[in-house]
């Protein structure tokens, strides 16, 4: 994401009040698990809100608390009128322990409003969330806001607070903001998620099917192949003299052809086939296990009247379990210890 | 409050998910002056609406589950974090004329033992059950109240669970499912995201539902020989699987628009050297430039995990088998002891029938002997179920692998594949 607009981030503001551990720069990594939460609180606020508020919950580093990362958010109600402002503190309590119990390790870090405007409110709820008991006294909150106003860009922000020093009885509600770079980060795993949001982005109903793997495959591929045209299509303006050449991607382009292995062609015929017989085999044995176990199952709960050509296997369990059937039935005795031959015999097969 | 949604009128949507305006005080932050929440008498006409329409299309199967993006993420995360455990957690959104929409979702904590779930002795884990935990019903209960607050679509539609290669049809599951759709609301789903193939790169996410007749047969609990041969109820039938597709708010795709936005304006300017092109800070941060991951062919991994797997699918099977078999020997015991005892009563009736004595009864019988019970076929059908998925898989993962690997020989061996 691109800064919206430039700053040096030197360190933090000295503390309001009391030992604040350190005055180290501090680095905000957002989520998006967080992230998107905002968003969605976003949508679902009242009409007559122009913003929402919400608590943001992460992890602090450890050794100098220098990082923060938010890993989830969780919407807070609040009114706002021109003269006042309600949160509901309650609510965010309850809330905030109801989160604790699911996960522990996630520690309050601070709020977030779904506009970037920096009010007095603002700085009255930033001071609530930064005091002692409650919030996240000694260390600092930190204020993100996600504008999402229409027709723009969504604007996120992040933004840790100092006292400032006007009459005593104003300091409740005055802060100063400032500005913190924030990245947004995921992991690994979110990266398939991403990866399939990212389909959903360009279809007109936002929408999009969960990809099985062959398609996904087509796909790379697709993308690949892509790529390559875009590459060859260069070359060849380039060729053409219709484009201006450039060393420096020439020769990345050859390093990049350097890649190719050259590999002695019976080695690979080796290693191929080593490998797609590992394959195959593992894929047969799978559908057999399940046709065996099927099979088997099958045998054991057989209709009486099961046809008698079904073939030498179900022939015979079906002999076998029709003299069961009319044994239990009938309480007749003897032969019992055959029933489940067929079972293990086709496990035995395996 | 659980209407379950009925008439899909837009306004009808908004009131279900109102913030009913309670009056309970909230604490004021500033003291300036108290106002008192004037309760908006247009939404209270809206939610009398709301309550008294007839519910409609109750009976409508579910026909797909919609993901919201925030779900999505918020499940991969859960899963991933509580990796190899199980990790389990609540949906919560709303049924549009038999789409089921999640909107929102929450982990469940990770409880202490409640005593009726200690008869999974077997790799045991307390996540694993949560779905039905009397402590976690409660904490889902407070959660939606607290939800519905905020103006979430406050509706219990089922939860989630994550898997490992698609390990995830055993009891625990079943009995979740179950739970859902007995107790809760019928129009539950479970959803089942797979961590390990997720992280080859490729979303695997399903949802799923027990279909009506296992639900009864589950209700009777009877899976004897007997009711399956007369109920037909096959290991297919256990459960159904419901199409999934994801959706983003606006929202979300505005900001997904725009995080790729360096990537994509306009031509670069030509590098200058190799090393601007290898270090260039708008690809190397671009987060969602594509990956190849699909593309590499990493095999061994997953055939050794996905062959433990149906090792142990095979050693379940061979523990149920041997169990029938211990109960058909029990049985023919018995019948043949009962047998001797009948022929002897005969024997006996047919000698007093000679000395004009009236004949003893011949089905004393049933009381002097005791039939074993016949163990439940469940744990077989559930079995085989697992195996069906996990080949399932395989076949699917083949089909992508080998068409790969193949491609890879195409090229590295010159003139062998190249048909063009």
Redesign the interface.
């Known amino acids: 994401m691109a800064e919206q607009d430039g700053f040096i981030h030197l360190g933090r503001p000295l503390p309001s009040a009391g030992a604040q551990p350190t005055i180290a720069p501090l680095r905000v990594v957002i989520q998006p698990q967080a992230l998107f939460s905002i968003l969605d609180h976003c949508t679902r606020r009242p009409l007559d809100q122009p913003r929402v508020i919400g608590t943001l919950l992460g992890t602090r580093s450890d050794a100098d608390e220098s990082q923060i990362v938010v890993h989830s958010s969780f919407a807070v109600s609040h009114t706002e009128t021109t003269d006042q402002v309600e949160v509901d503190m309650e609510y965010q309590k309850a809330m905030l322990a109801l989160h604790l119990r699911a996960s522990p390790k996630e520690v309050l870090v601070g709020w977030y409003a779904t506009s970037s405007e920096l009010n007095t409110f603002s700085a009255l709820i930033q001071n609530h969330y930064s005091s002692q008991g409650e919030g996240t006294y000694p260390y600092p909150a930190i204020h993100v806001t996600v504008a999402c106003e229409p027709g723009k860009d969504i604007e996120v922000r992040s933004y840790i607070s100092s006292s400032v020093g006007v009459s005593p009885e104003r300091a409740a509600d005055s802060a100063a903001f400032i500005p913190v770079p924030y990245t947004v980060n995921y992991s690994e795993t979110d990266r398939a998620g991403i990866e399939t949001l990212e389909n959903a982005k360009d279809n007109d109903s936002q929408t999009t099917t969960v990809l099985t793997e062959i398609e996904n495959l087509e796909r790379s591929l697709e993308d690949t192949l892509g790529m390559l045209d875009r590459v060859s299509k260069y070359v060849e303006n380039v060729v053409e003299e219709e484009t201006e050449p450039s060393t420096a991607l020439g020769q990345f382009l050859l390093n990049t052809l350097a890649l190719a292995p050259k590999v002695d062609p019976a080695d690979i015929e080796k290693d191929f086939n080593n490998h797609i017989q590992d394959v195959l085999t593992v894929s047969y044995l799978a559908n057999m296990i399940r046709t065996q176990m099927d099979l088997s199952n099958r045998l054991a709960t057989a209709q009486l009247t099961m046809g008698s050509g079904d073939g030498a296997a179900a022939g015979a369990g079906s002999t076998e379990k029709d003299g069961r059937r009319q044994n239990r039935q009938g309480g007749g005795g003897g032969g019992q210890t055959r029933q489940n031959r067929a079972e293990s015999v086709s496990l035995a097969n395996i | 409050m659980s209407l379950s949604p009925t008439k899909q009128s837009d306004h009808e949507r908004q009131v279900q998910?109102r913030?009913p305006f309670t009056d309970?005080h909230?604490?004021?932050?500033?003291g300036?002056?108290y106002?008192v929440?004037q309760p908006v008498a247009i939404y209270l006409g809206y939610s009398i609406m709301a309550t008294t329409a007839p519910i409609v299309e109750k009976d409508a199967p579910l026909k797909a589950v919609?993901l919201?993006?925030?779900v999505?993420?918020?499940v991969?995360?859960h899963c991933?974090s509580r990796f190899p455990t199980t990790a389990t957690?609540s949906l919560v959104g709303m049924d549009i004329n038999g789409t089921l929409e999640i909107?929102?979702t929450?982990?469940?904590?990770v409880v202490d033992l409640p005593p009726e779930a200690q008869y999974e002795q077997q790799h045991f884990n307390s996540a694993a059950a949560a779905p039905r935990a009397k402590s976690n019903t409660a904490?889902q209960t407070?959660?939606i109240r607290?939800l519905r607050?905020?103006?979430?679509d406050a509706n219990n539609v089922g939860w989630y669970t994550s898997a490992n290669l698609g390990n995830f049809v055993n009891a625990n599951f079943i009995e979740n499912q179950y739970h859902y759709q007995k107790e809760l609301n019928e129009r539950t789903v479970a959803l089942v995201h797979d961590?390990s193939r997720?992280?080859?790169?490729?979303?695997?996410?399903?949802a799923f539902r027990l279909s009506p007749q296992f639900m009864t047969a589950y209700k009777e609990n009877k899976f004897t020989?007997e009711n399956?041969?007369k109920s037909g109820l096959k290991?297919t039938d256990i459960l159904v699987e419901i199409?999934?597709?994801?959706?983003?708010?606006?929202?979300?795709?505005?900001?997904?628009?725009?995080?790729p936005?360096?990537l994509a304006s306009g031509a670069m300017k030509?590098?200058?050297?190799?090393d601007?092109?290898?270090n260039n800070p708008v690809v190397k941060n671009d987060?969602?430039a594509?990956?190849?991951?699909?593309?590499s062919i990493n095999?061994?991994p997953y055939?050794s995990q996905?062959?433990d797997n149906?090792l142990d699918?095979?050693e379940t099977?061979?523990v149920e088998?041997n169990n029938?078999?211990y109960y058909?020997?029990a049985?023919?015991?018995e019948?043949?002891k009962?047998?001797q005892w009948?022929a002897k009563r005969k024997a006996e009736n047919a000698a007093r029938a000679l000395s004009k004595q009236a004949p003893l009864p011949e089905d004393e019988w049933q009381k002097l002997f005791k039939l074993p019970t016949e163990p439940s076929?469940l744990e077989?059908?559930l079995?085989?179920r697992q195996?069906?998925q996990?080949?399932r898989q395989?076949?699917?993962?083949?089909?992508?692998?080998?068409?790969?690997?193949f491609s890879?020989?195409g090229n590295?061996?010159?003139g062998?594949g190249k048909e063009e």
């Open positions: 998910v913030k309970d909230n604490s004021i932050l500033t300036e002056q106002l929440r919609q919201e993006a925030l999505v993420m918020k991969i995360k991933a957690g909107t929102n929450f982990p469940f904590p904490y407070e959660m607290m607050e905020v103006n979430v961590v997720s992280s080859q790169g490729i979303l695997s996410i399903k020989t399956l041969l290991y199409p999934v597709t994801v959706h983003n708010s606006h929202l979300v795709n505005t900001f997904l628009h725009q995080v936005r360096m030509p590098p200058t050297s190799v601007e092109i290898e987060t969602l594509p990956t190849f991951e699909s593309l095999i061994d055939l996905t062959a149906l699918s095979i099977h061979h088998s029938f078999s058909q020997r049985l023919a015991r019948q043949a009962i047998q009948q076929r077989s059908m079995n085989s195996v069906e996990y080949a395989v076949d699917g993962f083949v089909a992508a692998t080998s068409g790969k690997m890879v020989r590295l061996l010159p062998d």
